[in-house]
C-alpha cells in the first residue's frame, strides 16, 4: 500500500516537473535589450557601415610620399587602428539581415544541418566582456525564445565562441549539454567565420565589439 502511494506521488511530481518545463520554455524570458524602431535600426546601421568604412581605409597601406629628404629615424611604433562597435550598432545590422534573410521553419522532424530555423525576432547586448543573444523562433509549431550568452574571441583569423549560458524560453539548460553540439556546428560553418583579412584580433569589452588592425 505505501509502495503504491509512493508510486503515485512520484507520477504526480513528474507530471508536475513536466508542466513546469513546458511553462516555462514557453515563456518569454526577460529581454536583453531594448527593440529600436525601425528609424533607429537604419541610423545605427549606417553608423556600424560608417565606423566599418573609416577602420578599412585605416588599416589601408600607406604609400610613402617621394622625398629627398631623409627620413627621421623613430623606433616607436604606430598605434594599431581599432573599431568600436556597440550594441545597438551590431542589434540594427542583424535586423537587417535578418530582415532579408530566408529560413525554413522547425520542425521536430528538421534537419537542422540542411536548413536553418527561421529567426522571427532578436536581440543582441554587449556587457563588459560578455555577448548576450536572444533569438525567437519556431520549435515544434511553437514560438520559442532562445537565450545564450558568451565570450566571443579570435583564434587563427576565425571568430570564436564561447558559451557561459543557455536559456529555452525561462528555462536554463547546461552549458555542457549544449557546448559539444554548438562547437561542432561552427566548426561546420567555419568558412562564415573567418574574419576580414584586415583584422587581427577581436573581443567584447566594456560593452562594446573591438576588433584591431592585424
Request: glycine letters at 6%.
Amino acid at each position: 500500500m505505501k509502495k503504491l502511494k509512493l508510486d503515485r506521488i512520484i507520477s504526480i511530481a513528474t507530471l508536475v516537473a513536466s508542466l513546469i518545463a513546458i511553462i516555462l520554455v514557453l515563456k518569454k524570458p526577460a529581454p536583453v535589450a531594448q527593440s529600436q524602431a525601425p528609424a533607429a535600426i537604419a541610423e545605427h546601421a549606417q553608423s556600424f557601415d560608417q565606423k566599418m568604412a573609416d577602420f578599412q581605409q585605416a588599416t589601408q597601406p600607406s604609400q610613402p610620399a617621394a622625398s629627398s629628404e631623409p627620413k627621421p629615424d623613430s623606433t616607436a611604433a604606430a598605434p594599431k587602428a581599432e573599431v568600436h562597435i556597440n550594441s545597438d550598432e551590431i542589434s540594427a545590422v542583424l535586423a537587417q539581415s535578418l530582415g532579408n534573410a530566408g529560413g525554413a521553419a522547425l520542425t521536430p522532424d528538421s534537419n537542422i544541418g540542411s536548413a536553418a530555423p527561421t529567426i522571427k525576432d532578436q536581440q543582441v547586448s554587449l556587457d563588459g566582456d560578455v555577448v548576450h543573444g536572444q533569438f525567437l523562433t519556431e520549435i515544434a509549431g511553437k514560438d520559442v525564445w532562445v537565450t545564450i550568452s558568451g565570450h566571443l574571441g579570435e583564434k587563427d583569423g576565425y571568430a570564436t565562441f564561447e558559451p557561459t549560458e543557455f536559456k529555452v524560453g525561462d528555462l536554463s539548460v547546461p552549458v555542457s549539454l549544449v557546448n559539444p553540439a554548438l562547437q561542432k556546428k561552427l566548426a561546420e560553418q567555419r568558412d562564415r567565420l573567418k574574419l576580414p583579412n584586415n583584422v587581427g584580433a577581436m573581443k567584447v569589452e566594456n560593452g562594446e565589439l573591438v576588433m584591431q588592425q592585424k
